[in-house]
C-alpha cells in the first residue's frame, strides 16, 4: 500500500513545529509543547511564537519559515483568526501535516474557514488533522502531542476519537487502567484525514494489534469508502466502535454536537457488518475487548471450557456464553475423568468446570493444565470468587505460570469477584498478558468478540 | 404483619450458640466467632464445642442445652453427621432459629438428612436458615455471622444470594466499594427460610430501603406465593433481582449447582414484572442500581435533563437514556434561556445542555440551580469529562454542595470519565450520598431504574 506522505509525518514526524507555543503553563501552547518534551519525543521541536525568543528552553521562531531545518509536521494552537495565515507560512514552509487544535470553525458554523483551511492545505500538499481536536500520540516513538495526560502506557491498542473531551479524559483512563497504547488520534471536524485514514495507517503498523474508533458520524457521502476500506483493513487486524448517536435524539444530539451528519443507525448497523468492524455499545465494553486482542492468539476453534471455583459465578458465566454466542464444549468421558482428577469429590467435571469453594492453586493449576493439553478445547474462562482458603494473588501467580509454560497457545480470560486483594490480583494478571475483569460476565462478553473476529477472518480465509 | 419469631431472631437475636466453635484460626467454626465477637455484636455469645473450655476469651460449653441463659440464635458448624443431632438438642434448648452453615445436604443429594432437619425443626418450633451457607449478617446491630469478610459498612442495601461463593465475594467487594449494606444473607439450599421469607422481613426494616437479591430458582410450587407475597413488598421497598440460569445452558448449571428447578425464564420474567421486581443482568447493575435506591428520592415525574461538559458522552447518555426509556426533557425557551446563562456563547442549552469543556465549576452551579429550580425538570443527571481547566474533586464538591442546598429534593446521577483523581471525585460524590459512576451509560442506566420503579409506584397507587 503507498502510504501518504502527510499521513505518514502524523505518526511519525522527523520535526515538529509548535505554532502558537506558549511560556504560560495552563495555556494549551503551553502544555501541548511540555508533553513533546517530556514524554520524550526525540526528533527536533521548534516553538513559533512572535513575542518570545524562547520558550521551555527551546529557541522560539517568529514564524515556521523562519525555522532554518525542514518541519514535517506543525501543530497549530493560534487564534481562530490567525489560523489561516499560518497555515499558508506552513505550506510555503514544506510543512507535511497541520495537526489543527483551534476550534471555532465548522462545528460552530463557520465552515468557511474551514474549506479555506483545506483549500490551503491542498494547493501545498499537506494534510490536515482537524481542527477543533485535543492532538495526537504516537507512543512507539514517544510523542505525545497532546494537551492530555502525559504519561501514556505503551501497547498495542490505537485509539481513534471523534469526541474530544471524551478522547481526553478516556487517555487519563487508559493511564489509571494500565491501558498500554500505540496511538491515540483525535479527528475533531476531519475537514480531510478522517477515521478511515488513521486506521489504514495503523493496520499496516507493527506496533498497533487492535484499532479502537468512537465514533459520532461520518461524512456524507463517505459511507461507500468507509466499508470498502474497512472490509480490508478488517483482514488484517480487528476493530472495534462505539458508534455514538444510535438513538434518534442521540443522533440529533451528535449532529448538533459535530456538525456530521448522523444517518439512521441501521444503516451504520448494515456498514459495520460487511466491512467486519466489530460494535461495542460502551467505553467500558470497547476496551474490555480491546485487552483481549491485544493479549491473546486467535483460537483455534470455538469450544470454550469455564473453570470456576463458585457455582454461581458458573451460571452467570454460562447465561452469557448463551447470549453471545459462545460454544460451550460438552466435554467427552475422557476428557471428564480428566477434570474429575483436579477437584473433591463433589466438585462438577461438566461445563462448567466447578473445582468448588474449597479449590486452592493446584486445583486451578491442574485444571488449566488438562484445559490446554486437550484437543477439544480451544478457549478458556477462569472463573474465581473470594474465599478464605484461596488468596487470589497467589491465583494470579499460579494462572500466569501454567499460561506461560504452554506459550499463550489458547485464548484465557480471567473473571474474578472480591475485595481489594482480589482487584490487586487482577491488576496483576493485567499485567502479565493476561486479561482479567470484574465479574464472569464481562470476562466471557470479552472472549466473545475475540471468537467473533475468528468466526468472520475464518470465513474471509477460509 | 405478624413476623415470625424464628425469622425475627434471625436479624435480631438476642443471643448466639455458635455450634463446632473451633479455636484453630483458618476453620469456619473461628472465623464465624471470630466475625461475630470483633464486628462488634452486643449480645451474648456462647462458643459450643466438647472438647474445649474457652474459646476467644469465652467460656465454652459442651452442648447448647448446658448453656444457663436462653438462645435465639444457634449456628451449626459442626460436620454434617453430626447436624441433627445439635439440632434436636437446640431445639430441646429452645432456640428459635438455627443458621446451618454445614454442607453435604440436597446439594450433593443427600436430601433425606436435609428432610430430618427440617423435621426437627419443625417439632420444636425452630426455623432454619440454610443448609450449606456462608452465614447471616445484620449491620444495624453489629451482627456478622458469616464466615466472609468482617468491616461491612452500614447503610441501606440488603443483599440477599443463593449463591455462596458469589455472596461471600460480593462481600469484600461491597467493602471496597464503600457500599453500605443492612443485610447480608446467605440462603442455600433454602430448606426452610427462603428468600421470600427474607424479603419480607427486610421490606418492614427501617435500616434498608432497597432489597437486592441473587436468584438462582424457587423451589417447585412456590412460584405463586413469590408473585403474591413480592407485589406486596416491592410497595413498600424497590425490589432488584439478578436471575441467573435464564439461558438453556445456565438453567441446567444452576439445577446441578444448588438442586433447585430453574424452570423457564419466561415464567421468571412474567413473575417478575407482576410482582414489580426490577430484573438487572449483572451484579454490576444491580449494586449501580441499588445505589440509587439507596440514597435519592423517587422523583416527581419522568422528564430528565443532562448536564455535561462534553458533546460525546452527552451523546452517550442520550443513546442510553432513549434505550432505557428515560423521557428526555425539551426545555421550554424560557428555561433554555436560563441555561444559556449558565454557559460560554458555544455552548447549547438543548438536551443535553452542553457547557462546553471551558467549563468550570461555576457553569455547573448554576445550571444544577436552574434544574433544581425549574418545574420542567424531575431528574438530573451530571456529566464530566476530565478536563485541563476543571478539577473533578473540586467539582464533587460543588455537586454536593448544591444538592445540599436543595434537600436532596430531585434524584441526581453523576457520571464521570478520567483518570485516577476523577475516581477520587466520585468516591467522594458516593460517600456524600451522590451515586456516581464510570461513564455516562451506567449513570443513565441506574436513574432509568429508579424512573421505572417510580412509574410502577405511581401507577400502583395512582
Redesign the interface.
Known sequence: MVVDEGVRALFNPRSIAVIGASRHP?K?GY?ILKNILDYGYKGRVYPVNPKADEILGLKAYKRVSEIPDEVDMAVIVVPEKYVLEVAEDAGRKGVKVLVVITS?FAE?GNVEAEEKLVEIARKYGMRVLGPNIFGIAYTPINLNAT?G?RDLLKGPIAFI?????????????T??EEIGVSAIVSMGNMSDIDVVDAAEYLADDPNTKVITI?L?GLKPGTGRRFVEKMRSITRRKPVIV?K???????AM??A???GSLAGSDQLYSAAFKQSGVLRA????DMFDWARVFATQPLPGGEETIIIT????????A??T???HSVK?LDPSPGLKEKFRETMPW?G?P?N?V?LT?QAVEENYAKALEVAFESDEIHNIVILY?????LDPRSLADTIVEVVKKYGNSKPVVVG?????D??EAMRKLNQNGIPAY??A??AVAALAALIKYYRYISKKHG
Open positions: 495552563g494549551i502544555m471555532g460552530v494537551f495526560p476519537s471523534q469526541s474530544g473531551a471524551l478522547g481526553i479524559a478516556l487517555m487519563g483512563w493511564i489509571m468512537y459520532e462505539i455514538a448517536g444510535r438513538s434518534r435524539r442521540g444530539a451528535a448538533s454536537h459535530t455499545y460502551t467505553t467500558d471455583n463458585g457455582g454461581g459465578v458458573g451460571v452467570l454460562t447465561d456464553a448463551e447470549e460451550l463433589f462438577s461438566k462448567p466447578d469453594g470468587c473470594r474465599t478464605a482458603i474474578m469477584v472480591g475485595g481489594i482480589t482487584y470484574f465479574g460476565e464481562r
